[in-house]
């Protein structure tokens, strides 16, 4: 069972419509989520990091929110350079563990 | 401040083979993870380290081995090479490990293909 789950697994918009992603998560003991973008052939690219529920953080376009299941990215009037992979990730307390476990990515595609 | 680096870029190998893979980590950095990236399984986690010390290890058989020099630079060797191998493979590093609360910044990885 994923202990991180992204979707939709991929998304399609056009430029200017706005749209969330959700990243599920069924870990005990949350320390962070994480959202990356990634490019295609590059690393992943750090978003943001949220702690606690009802914790939310904004950077330009993009806005991530967190429940205590689950965070969502907020994507308001995308333009084409927003398409990439997002990666939602979580580090959890468990055996002394900090290392983060990742969703599988949600690759949006924004039509001009 | 530079980011992180990761050498080499690209990696031709042949089953059987091993492989050495570097890491330098942000300047300031103590911390740094490796991670293995394909297209079916997506990021997994490999192994952490800190002050030249594994501190963590993901579920990768024993032929994944890595190590932290002094400077904080670290490297990965992968032995006797499968086809499966074959990945996209990331380097992060945070400012201590001790803090769970710290970003990863991640490298521009290394692409090997094993033939």
């Known amino acids: 069972e994923d202990q991180v789950t992204q979707s939709p697994e991929a998304l399609r918009l056009q430029e200017g419509e706005s749209s969330s992603l959700n990243c599920s998560y069924t870990v005990s003991g949350l320390r962070g989520l994480f959202w990356y973008r990634q490019d295609p052939g590059k690393g992943p690219e750090f978003l943001f990091t949220?702690?606690?529920a009802g914790e939310e953080k904004e950077k330009e376009r993009l806005k991530a929110t967190l429940t205590k299941k689950e965070s969502f990215l907020h994507i308001t009037a995308p333009k084409p350079e927003d398409s990439a992979t997002y990666l939602c990730?979580?580090?959890?307390?468990?055996?002394?563990?900090?290392?983060?476990?990742f969703g599988k990515g949600t690759k949006l595609s924004v039509i001009p | 401040k530079a980011g992180v680096t990761q050498t080499p870029r690209y990696l031709i190998k042949t089953r059987g083979q091993q492989v050495t893979l570097s890491c330098s980590p942000i300047s300031g950095h103590r911390s740094v993870s490796w991670y293995q990236q394909t297209p079916g399984q997506g990021l997994q986690f490999l192994f952490e380290y800190f002050s030249e010390t594994q501190r963590n290890k993901g579920n990768f058989p024993g032929r994944f081995s890595g190590r932290q020099f002094s400077n904080s630079r670290s490297e990965m060797n992968v032995s006797t090479l499968e086809l499966g191998d074959s990945a996209l493979y990331l380097c992060a590093s945070s400012l201590i490990l001790a803090n769970p609360y710290n970003e990863q910044f991640f490298g521009p990885g290394t692409r090997l293909t094993v033939l």
């Open positions: 990730a979580v580090r959890y307390s468990g055996a002394g563990s900090y290392q983060l476990t």
């Open positions: 949220l702690y606690s």
